[in-house]
């Protein structure tokens, strides 16, 4: 069955950075479009990032030069490079899927910026 699972997140002070990974199973993962979404406390989830099979790539406005987004078809991974983080980029980091019509998640990774 399809699987993903999150790793890389943590504490980290204002202006670092994370690397989050996601390893995917169950499914051709290169040839299915992979996401990143983020969920706050007492906020609804949204859409970080997107990668295409080929490797094109869509991010969310407050995003787009900070976070990059990659994937290794020969690793099934996906990944998720945070550059200057910021504290209201605290939320737990899901990785996501569309498979069968079904958004599929991982169980996620909390991402915490305080100093």
Same mark, same amino acid.
Request: overall charge positive; aromatic content about 12%.
């Given at each position: 069955?399809?699987?993903?699972?999150?790793?890389?997140?943590?504490?980290?002070? !204002?202006?670092?950075?994370?690397?989050?990974?996601?390893?995917?199973?169950?499914?051709?993962?290169?040839?299915?479009?992979?996401?990143?979404? &983020?969920?706050? !406390?007492?906020?609804?989830?949204?859409?970080?990032?997107?990668?295409? !099979?080929?490797?094109?790539?869509?991010?969310?406005?407050?995003?787009?030069?900070?976070?990059?987004?990659?994937?290794?078809?020969?690793?099934?991974?996906?990944?998720?490079?945070?550059?200057?983080?910021?504290?209201?980029?605290?939320?737990?980091?899901?990785?996501?899927?569309?498979?069968?019509?079904? &958004?599929?998640?991982?169980?996620?990774?909390?991402?915490?910026?305080?100093?």
């Amino acid at each position: 069955q399809v699987q993903l699972v999150e790793s890389g997140g943590g504490l980290v002070q !204002p202006g670092g950075s994370l690397r989050l990974s996601c390893a995917a199973s169950g499914f051709t993962f290169s040839t299915y479009y992979m996401s990143w979404h &983020r969920q706050a !406390p007492g906020k609804e989830r949204e859409l970080v990032a997107q990668i295409t !099979p080929g490797g094109s790539t869509y991010y969310a406005d407050s995003m787009k030069g900070r976070f990059t987004i990659s994937r290794d078809n020969a690793e099934n991974t996906e990944y998720l490079q945070m550059n200057s983080l910021k504290p209201e980029d605290t939320a737990v980091y899901y990785c996501s899927v569309l498979f069968r019509a079904t &958004r599929r998640w991982g169980r996620g990774t909390q991402v915490t910026v305080s100093s």
